[in-house]
T-cell receptor, first 113, second 114 residues
Framework: DTGVSQDPRHKITKRGQNVTFRCDPI?????LYWYRQTLGQGPEFLTY????????KSRLLSDRFSAERPKGSFSTLEIQRTEQGDSAMYLC???????????FGPGTRLTVL | KQEVTQIPAALSVPEGENLVLNCSFT??????LQWFRQDPGKGLTSLLL?????REQTSGRLNASLDKSSGRSTLYIAASQPGDSATYLC?????????????FGTGTRLTIIP
């Protein structure tokens, strides 16, 4: 399967802990996106990369959140000092160009206790 | 700020019926519009992508239309099946370079009754 993969699929953590998620895009895709989805809502944009450059960050991405895409391949999203409000599904997507479909991974479900 | 609305929030129809899902957006300056399907607890599956210059796209039993000037799109599902039960999301991208993020609606939860 050459789709978008995310790891882990589920993460349970205690408030105040740091967590890191990984996304592996489709291999030839140079664009990579992170979204967050809470129950009953549509996904909300967090940030996106073109190759290794982070081109846009949402105001939802507080200073506790950081994302990287070293070498323009996989990406990581780190949340420091997690809060209960961070509980959500974190979705990663990739695409080949602006005119291309964004292909989504299965998501990482984060629960902060 | 772009806002996307989907009505109804939930819909139940008997198997075999044709149905239409609606999506509206406030800023007509879009680059493209996508329809996605999401099963409970899962990621999104792309169904159809319509570029802003296009009026419609078809894939199997699905047909999506776009009226950019009025800020509306519809997803038509023919001969519905129980396997079509899912949440359907529409999303748009902005038209200016670099504004590539998808802005999503809250979805329509579709249930097909056998």
């Amino acid at each position: 399967d050459t789709g978008v993969s995310q790891d882990p699929r589920h993460k349970i953590t205690k408030r105040g802990q740091n967590v890191t998620f990984r996304c592996d895009p489709i291999s030839e895709h140079n664009r990579l996106y992170w979204y967050r989805q809470t129950l009953g809502q549509g996904p909300e944009f967090l940030t996106y990369f073109q190759n290794e450059a982070q081109l846009e960050k949402s105001r939802l991405l507080s200073d506790r959140f950081s994302a990287e895409r070293p070498k323009g391949s996989f990406s990581t999203l780190e949340i420091q000092r997690t809060e209960q409000g961070d509980s959500a599904m974190y979705l990663c997507a990739s695409s080949l160009s602006l005119t291309d479909t964004q292909y989504f991974g299965p998501g990482t479900r984060l629960t902060v206790l | 700020k772009q806002e996307v609305t989907q009505i109804p929030a939930a819909l139940s129809v008997p198997e075999g019926e044709n149905l239409v899902l609606n999506c509206s957006f406030t800023d007509s300056a879009i680059y493209n519009l996508q329809w996605f399907r999401q099963d409970p607890g899962k990621g999104l599956t792309s169904l159809l992508l319509i570029q802003s210059s296009q009026r419609e796209q078809t894939s199997g039993r699905l047909n999506a239309s776009l009226d950019k000037s009025s800020g509306r799109s519809t997803l038509y599902i023919a001969a519905s099946q129980p396997g079509d039960s899912a949440t359907y999301l529409c999303a748009v991208t902005g038209s200016n370079f670099g504004n590539e993020k998808l802005t999503f609606g809250t979805g329509t939860r579709l249930t097909i009754i056998p």
